[in-house]
Nanobody, 116 residues
Framework: QVQLVESGGGLVQPGGSLRLSCAASRSIFSIYAMAWYRQAPGKQRELVAHITRGGTTNYAASVKGRFTISRDNAKNTVYLQMNSLRPEDTAVYYC??????????WGQGTQVTVSS
């Protein structure tokens, strides 16, 4: 079974930046769409960014212009570059590999805390 390993989370001041990474244990990223989700305490999980096999991206309105999702198929890794971070960005961020028929793969989550 494919394992997703996330890294890059942590504590950052408002206005700062973080780069999240999600690496798969097997070569699968070239054939699936991928996404980043987040869930803040007491709130529902929400889609943050999405990227198709062809590289088309989509973002939640709250992060447009600040976050960038990208993929490196050779490294089986998807990234989320987060700039101009705000306290409301504080959440656990989850990597997702879309598999509509077989069932999605999910990372374990990485905590992002934006605070002064």
């Amino acid at each position: 079974q494919v394992q997703l390993v996330e890294s890059g989370g942590g504590l950052v001041q408002p206005g700062g930046s973080l780069r999240l990474s999600c690496a798969a244990s097997r070569s699968i990223f070239s054939i699936y769409a991928m996404a980043w989700y987040r869930q803040a305490p007491g709130k529902q999980r929400e889609l943050v960014a999405h990227i198709t096999r062809g590289g088309t991206t989509n973002y939640a309105a709250s992060v447009k212009g600040r976050f960038t999702i990208s993929r490196d198929n050779a490294k089986n890794t998807v990234y989320l570059q987060m700039n101009s971070l705000r306290p409301e960005d504080t959440a656990v961020y989850y990597c997702n590999v879309e598999r509509p028929i077989q069932g999605d793969y999910w990372g374990q989550g990485t905590q992002v805390t934006v605070s002064s």
